[in-house]
């Protein structure tokens, strides 16, 4: 059965650096997704991206972050320069997306672990 | 709030018996989903339901769903310990394309 990836499952960096999270949606899906997860909270949203560009995003979601599909396959979420509070677990989803109303399920990865120290 | 809101935030029960979870939101839909997430791992889907719809099952999974409520339940029958999870119900907003997660309920089959 298909499944959306993510890598690095941990990802360890220093308070100012950049990281990028790297997801890759199951592959006839459109919709893609970022969401996070600070320790013992719940799940947020952070951007819905669609056709290339950014189509929904968060108050969480400001200038540090971007995100892109480099390729036909990967979906990645930047942090230009990470502060202790981005520290949680990052989910990339994808969706298939039916007849412009959202009827699907929403497919989550594994999700990376982001360690600001 | 938009927010999905679970109760409990906590049940423990013995193995065998029924656990349910409830689930409330604030706005109209277009479906809503549930989700298992054992500690500090991925969320792995288990069903969703529609806004036309009033129940669903999958296996020992029952949902249900009354939108006059603006209100979702979720039965595991015959517990296992490894149901041992924290359990999500998370909403699809008209007008949204994005979930919004509630809290979560953390249940606990005891052996």
């Known amino acids: 059965e298909p499944e959306v990836t993510q890598t690095p499952s941990h990802q360890v960096t220093q308070m100012g650096q950049e990281v990028i999270l790297r997801c890759v949606p199951i592959?006839?899906?459109?919709?893609f997704y970022w969401y996070r997860q600070i320790l013992g909270q719940k799940v947020e949203f952070l951007v819905s991206f669609y056709n290339n560009e950014i189509s929904e995003k968060s108050e969480i979601f400001d200038d540090q972050f971007s995100v892109e599909r480099p390729d036909g396959s990967n979906f990645t979420l930047k942090i230009r320069s990470t502060k202790l509070e981005d520290s949680a677990m990052y989910f990339c989803?994808?969706?298939?997306?039916?007849?412009?109303?959202?009827?699907?399920?929403?497919?989550f990865g594994p999700g990376t672990r982001l360690t600001v120290l | 709030s938009q927010q999905g809101e679970e109760d409990p935030q906590a049940l423990s029960i013995q193995e065998g018996e029924n656990a349910t979870m409830n689930c409330s939101y604030k706005?109209?839909?277009?479906?809503l989903q549930w989700y298992r997430q054992n500690s500090g791992r991925g969320l792995v889907h288990l069903i969703l339901i529609r806004s036309n719809e009033r129940e669903k099952h999958s296996g020992r999974l029952r949902v249900t769903l009354d939108t006059s409520k603006k209100s979702s339940s979720l039965l595991i029958t015959a517990s296992r310990a490894a149901d041992t999870a924290s359990y999500f119900c998370?909403?699809?907003?008209?007008?949204?394309?994005?979930?919004?997660f509630g809290q979560g309920t953390r249940l606990t089959i005891n052996p």
């Open positions: 989803a994808s969706q298939r997306w039916t007849s412009g109303i959202s009827t699907d399920t929403q497919y």
């Open positions: 706005t109209s839909i277009n479906n």
């Open positions: 592959s006839n899906h459109l919709y």
């Open positions: 998370a909403t699809d907003f008209q007008g949204a394309q994005k979930l919004v």
